[in-house]
C-alpha cells in the first residue's frame, strides 16, 4: 500500500513537472484578446460570483462566447457538462487547459489557484473572493488548525497569491479594510458589491419564489427554514475527511413549527455525507449542489451559525437565527471574529439547545425577531450598502475597458 502511494505521488509530481515547463514556454506567447477563463471553488463547482459574471458577460457580448471557459476537476466534468451543455469547459490540468490557462487575457477566480503555475505577463488576474469575513482569514489567523499545513506555511501561501492579484472585489467597505491588511493586497479594489447577489434584488418577486419552490419542493405552499452552518476547520478523521453530526433533534424541531414547513439544510459538501435525517427525508432536503441563492430566495428564515451566508442573505432583510452552540471554543481556539458575535448580529443568537428551540417557536408564531428591525437596519447599511442588482455589470464593464485599453 505505502509502494503504491509513493508511484501515484512520483507520477503526480512527474506530471506536474511536464506542466510547469509546458507552461512556462506558452506564456511567453501572447494572450488572446477577451479569451477569459473562469473558475468556482478550484473547480469544484460553477456557481458564485464568476458564474454570475460568465452570465453577464456573454450576455453583453455574446460575440466572445466561444472565447469563455470554466475550469473545472476531472471528476465533476462530465456531471457539469450534463448540467451546464451550453458552457464551455476545460478538465483542469489538462492539455486544453495548459493552453487556455497561458493564452488568457483575463482569469476570473473566487479562489486561489495552484503557486506553481505561473501567468502570462498580459493575463489580467481578477479575484472575486466569495463572502464577507466574520472569521478571520488570511494574515490574521493566529493559529491555523487546517491539516496538511501550518500557520507560517499558510499565511506566506496566502499572501504570496493575493500579490499575483490584480483586481479584487470588495462587497463592502468593511471587507476592503480586512483584505487590504489579511491578504497584503495593494493593487486594483473594485468597490462593486457581490455579483453572486444581483439575483436577490431583481429576483425577490412571488412569481420567481413560487417558481423556485416548486422547481425544488415539489409545490410553493410551504414555508422553508435553511439551516446553513459553516465548516469547523479542527472537526476531522484526517486530510480532506471532516465530521458532522447535527446539532439538534430533528424531531423537536419540528415540533416547534406548521406541519407545511420544511427544512433545507446547507453543509459544506466535506460534510454532506454525514448528515442522518432518517424519518424525515419528506420534510428536510439537504441541498449541496444547488445555486445557495435560490435557496435564499426560497427562505423565510436563515438559521447560521458563523457563516459568510448572513452577510448575503441581509440583502434580502429577512429572519436569521444564529445558533452557535460551540461559541466559545470556535471564537477563541479555531479562527477568532472581526467584530463583537454577541452584539452586533441582526437576529437571536442562541447558544443551548433549549433555547435554539425557543427561538424557532418564538419565529414560527410571529415571522419575524421584530425586536431585531433596528439592529438588522444598521447591519443591512454596514454589509450590503455595497450590493444591488447591476454589481455582474459593473464587473464586466471593467474587464471590458481593461481589454479596450491594451
Known sequence: MKLKKKVIRFIKKSIRRVLILINNVLITLPVKKNLVVFESFQGKDINDNPAAIYEKWIEKYPEDKTKAYFTVRKAQYKTFKELYPDIKMVRKFMPKWVWVMARANFWVFNSRT??????????????????????????DIENVMMPGTNTEKYKQNFTN?????????A????????????????????????????VLYYGDNQDNISRLKKK???????????????????NYKRKGVYNFELPFSLKIFFEQVDDN????????????????????????????EEDISDLYLMSDLLITDYSSVMFDYANLKRPMLFYAYDLKHYEDDIRGFYFDYRTELPGPVVEDEDDFYKQIDAFNKEKKYSDYDKKYE???????????????????????????DK
Not at 115 to 129: A, D, E, F, L, R
Open 114 to 139: 495552484p503557486k506553481w503555475w505561473n501567468k502570462n505577463k498580459g493575463t489580467v488576474y481578477m479575484q472575486t473572493w466569495h463572502g464577507t469575513p466574520l472569521k478571520k482569514l488570511g494574515t
Open 161 to 169: 497569491e493575493a500579490h499575483r492579484w490584480d483586481y479584487l472585489i
Open 171 to 198: 462587497p463592502n467597505q468593511y471587507s476592503k479594510d480586512i483584505f487590504a491588511r489579511a491578504f497584503d493586497f495593494n493593487n486594483h479594489f473594485l468597490d462593486i458589491g457581490y455579483p453572486r447577489n444581483d
Open 216 to 234: 425544488y419542493l415539489g409545490r410553493d405552499d410551504l414555508n422553508v427554514i435553511t439551516y446553513a452552518p459553516t465548516w469547523r476547520d479542527d
Open 261 to 288: 414547513t420544511v427544512l433545507i439544510i446547507r453543509p459544506h459538501y466535506l460534510v454532506k455525507d454525514f448528515i442522518d435525517i432518517r424519518g424525515f427525508e419528506d420534510r428536510v432536503y439537504i441541498m449541496v
Open 378 to 404: 444598521e447591519f443591512y447599511e454596514k454589509y450590503c450598502g455595497w450590493e444591488s442588482a447591476d454589481s455582474s455589470e459593473k464587473f464586466v464593464d471593467e474587464m471590458r475597458m481593461i481589454s479596450n
